[in-house]
């Protein structure tokens, strides 16, 4: 069975761009979550989307969206990008009927100049 | 969400058992208490869970206290490899898969 595949795996964008990074879940899976990783915050949830719509969301300004698709991809943008937004963005798919594990992916390493 | 508490870091000497401490006083008795690790440069990957009963699997044990207020996560031969970040969460209730990570414990393992 096919992992979670993040792409791309790297990004570079300057400040004041927008940016999209994709998710593909394993198959089956129908909840996709997003976090950020900095090494001054650690992991921080972004928000899950389960069945197309968004399910959680975590602490993160509005120009931090995401959608997911009818086949459970799903995709993450952030908008007028800031240097701050420069992180690890993981994904993790999950079964989602209650305790189940997580499964992430290797993530996108986004920096902003 | 609830919280839980580690060591920052512990160090561990290669084909040791590494026992790993996580604090969670404020559980709820529906709480499950999950392990995830994540070794660098790579996403985390979950490590095992359980409820009240302890638990095995194929990469470790998990030891639950009997008021269940801390746990401890078990490498029976610490190798090489798993030298890595661990965390303990106790995930949301109510419908979402969201994870909360704390700092974790960061392992060193010896050669």
């Known amino acids: 069975k096919a992992g979670v595949t993040q792409t791309p795996r790297y990004l570079i964008k300057t400040r004041g761009q927008q940016v999209t990074l994709s998710c593909s879940p394993i198959s089956g899976h129908r909840s996709v979550s997003w976090y950020q990783q900095t090494p001054g915050q650690g992991l921080q949830f972004l928000f899950e989307y389960f069945s197309e719509t968004q399910r959680n969301k975590g602490n993160f300004p509005g120009r931090f969206s995401g959608r997911q698709f009818s086949n459970s991809r799903s995709e993450m943008n952030v908008s007028t990008l800031e240097l701050g937004d420069s992180a690890l963005y993981l994904c993790?798919?999950?079964?989602?009927?209650?305790?189940?594990?997580?499964?992430f992916g290797p993530g996108t390493r986004l920096t902003v100049l | 969400d609830a919280k839980t508490t580690q060591p920052n870091s512990m160090e561990s000497n290669e084909e040791e058992p590494v026992h790993l401490p996580c604090n969670h006083s404020?559980?709820?008795?529906?709480?499950?208490i999950h392990w995830y690790r994540q070794l660098p440069s790579q996403g985390p990957e979950y490590v095992i869970h359980g409820l009240t009963s302890n638990v095995n699997n194929r990469m470790a044990s998990l030891a639950i206290a009997e008021d269940r207020k801390s746990s401890t996560l078990i490498l029976h031969r610490a190798t090489l490899r798993d030298a890595a970040v661990y965390y303990c969460i106790l995930p949301t209730q109510g419908g979402s898969e969201k994870l909360v990570f704390g700092k974790g414990t960061k392992l060193t393992v010896n050669p």
């Open positions: 404020t559980i709820s008795g529906t709480d499950y």
């Open positions: 993790a798919s999950s079964l989602a009927s209650g305790g189940n594990e997580q499964f």
